[in-house]
């Protein structure tokens, strides 16, 4: 009877395809891989161009292809939706119920995580599921979902200036991927008075980026 049980807890302690063991809640964090960032945001310049009265029709009928793999591979709903209610094409009833189904599971694994981080873990753990989860509503979500998401990362206590400016770039982003101007204006000038208080060279050479990138938008 020893050995069968030995067994058993071998069995138990076995990590499944998460890397975890048999009853452990499967870690997650936000995919941090630039250009996977970079593909998404791809999204939003071509959903200008295809909304774009100057955009050439020839033009377009490769960008809704590029737009289509693109939201499909980030099953990003709320873009897809907007984008076909602009153009006046179609929902593709089957790809959007794919694409909620997905999104719906991987939340629940973020919950999952966050509630059990919470409990049993420290806020570095906490930080990770709530990042995950505003990243997971920045690509499928609205605009107001993910900002909602990436707030309530920010009010962990012991959030530090350098990621308060992480989290303002990310809002940044969510406001230039919408096409949002006021949000991207805010959200410079909260970061640059973080910056005034203290942020390191890579951080602020990050926020040049998104000062020019803003002030091309306005056409400053």
Known sequence: HMASKDVEMADAA????????????????????????GEFMRISQLRFRLTSPRAKEERKAKDWDDLLKLVEKFNAVAVYEVTCKELGKPVDATLLAKMKDLNAKRMEEVEAFIADAKENEG????????????????RSGS??????AYDEAEKLPKTTSGQKLDLQFHLMRIGMFWGDIPQVEKHVKLAQVLMDNGGDWERRNRLKVYEATYLLSIRD
């Open 123 to 138: 806020e570095t753990e906490v930080r990770d599921g709530l990042l995950a989860k505003a990243q997971l509503l920045a």
């Open 14 to 37: 076995k990590p499944n395809a998460e890397g975890t063991k048999e009853g452990e809640v499967p870690k997650v964090k936000a995919d941090d891989d630039p250009d996977a960032e």
């Open 143 to 148: 605009k107001e979902e993910a900002e909602t």
